[in-house]
């Protein structure tokens, strides 16, 4: 038996989003979703949040754009325009922990999620940068990653899960997945373990060398 943590990164869509609302409250799970700024300041799409966090579900930054690693940017920072733009359009919707969660370009952790900047904007600002340690890619596999995904949180205690809340189908075998961990004896909790949150409320509490790039 492991302990599942389930995120969603990359929304609100109104078109998907919904749907992953219902499934986990016949479940009665609570998850965080890590939200993309410029869908959240989009039409319509604010409501989606404010509903997930009316539910007891965590809402965190996912940067505004989602386009490249803060860590291969060219000007070396990005920090205030994708970190701090979206943590001001999210205002009341954000954790008090102000949780983050940077773009890995496909799921992958390395010196590519941040740069030296961005790490100071983090621990002034008190945020938590929330990692992951289980990808089973939903976006590129959205009909196979149920089993891909039991594989991942069978293999260990803790699994930070990323799947995603978007329109390519994948969130229709939500449900199928969340009634097989649980007939694995899987159990589920809504917060983070601390290996997967290596600065939390502004503190470093992990070495970052690995996922810092220190260019630009």
């Given amino acids: ?3 599942i943590t389930l995120t969603f990164d990359n929304g609100p869509e109104p ?7 219902d499934t986990l409250a016949r479940h009665g799970l609570k998850s965080t979703f890590f939200v993309i700024g410029e869908k959240l300041a989009m039409s319509g799409r604010r409501a989606l949040s404010e509903r997930a966090a009316g539910e007891g579900h965590w809402i965190g930054n996912h940067t505004w754009t989602h386009s490249v690693p803060l860590g291969q940017r060219e000007d070396g920072d990005g920090a205030e325009a994708e970190i701090g733009r979206t943590q001001a359009e999210l205002g009341t919707l954000a954790h008090p922990d102000r949780l983050f969660r940077p773009f890995g370009g496909g799921g992958h952790i390395g010196p590519l999620l941040l740069n030296s900047r961005v790490v100071e904007h983090l621990t002034r600002g008190t945020y938590s940068c929330v990692l992951w340690n289980a990808i089973p890619r939903d976006f590129a596999d959205p009909d196979g990653w149920v089993d891909t995904a039991l594989g991942q949180c069978a ?3 803790w699994t930070v899960l990323v799947i995603h809340d978007l329109p390519n189908g994948a969130m229709r075998h939500l449900d199928t997945f969340l009634q ?3 007939d694995a004896g899987h159990g589920f909790r809504q917060d983070f373990p601390d290996a997967c949150v290596p ?3 502004g503190t470093i509490r992990a070495p970052l060398e690995g996922i810092v790039s220190y260019r630009g």
Avoid: H
């Fill in 1 to 3: 038996m492991a302990t």
């Fill in 15 to 21: 078109d998907v989003t919904p749907g992953v609302l």
């Fill in 155 to 157: 293999a260990q205690d």
């Fill in 180 to 182: 097989r961990a649980k």
């Fill in 199 to 201: 600065i939390r409320r």
